[in-house]
C-alpha cells in the first residue's frame, strides 16, 4: 500500500508543478529515464508535430467569434462616429483595444482558456493601430504621411516584441512579425 501512496503522492506532485509551468514534459521524460537506467546522457525532448494538431469545432467558434466582436464594433462606431467627441473616440478604440490586450493577459494564464485568450488578442490587435490613428488623428497629426505609418508600425511592434519577451506566448510572435 506505501507504493501505492507515493506512486500517487509524486505524481499528483508531477500534475501540479506541470500546471504552474515550473517544470515541462522534457523534464520528466528526462528524470524517468535516468531512473529507469538509460544514462546516454542526452536529452530526451518530446516534440509536438504541428501539421497534425486538429483544429476543432471551438477553435473555429473563438475566431469567429472574435471576427463578429470586430463587426460589430466597427459598425456601432461607424454609425455613431459624429456624435462622439474626441474622447469618445479615442475611448472606443483605443479603450477597447487595451481591454482586449488585458483580458487576453488575464485569460492566457489558465490553460483551459488559452484559446479565448488568443481570440481577445486578435481583437486587441485589430483594434490597437485604429485606437492609435484615432488618438494621434485627434492630436492634429497628418496621418497621411509615410513618416506616420513607420511611427505607428514602430510602436506597434514594440508593444508586440516586449510582450512576447515578457510573456513568451506565440500569439505575440505573429503580431510582432506582422507589426515589423
Known sequence: ??????????????EHLASRGVINRGQVVDAFNRGSGDFSGASHVVERDVLKDKVTISDILYGLGALTVITGLVILVAQNWDVLNSFSRIFVTFGSA???????????????????????????????????????????????????????????????????????????LLFALFFG
Open 1 to 14: 500500500m506505501e507504493d501505492r501512496e507515493l506512486i500517487k503522492n509524486v505524481l499528483d506532485n508531477v
Open 98 to 172: 487595451v481591454a482586449a490586450y488585458t483580458v487576453g493577459q488575464l485569460f492566457i494564464k489558465y490553460e483551459n482558456l488559452k484559446k479565448v485568450a488568443q481570440a481577445f488578442h486578435i481583437i486587441g490587435a485589430v483594434l490597437m493601430p485604429v485606437g492609435f490613428y484615432v488618438i494621434f488623428e485627434t492630436m492634429g497629426m497628418d496621418t497621411t504621411t509615410a513618416g506616420f505609418q513607420i511611427l505607428m508600425s514602430s510602436i506597434l511592434f514594440s508593444i508586440y516584441s516586449l510582450s512576447l519577451y515578457l510573456f513568451k506566448e506565440k500569439v505575440f
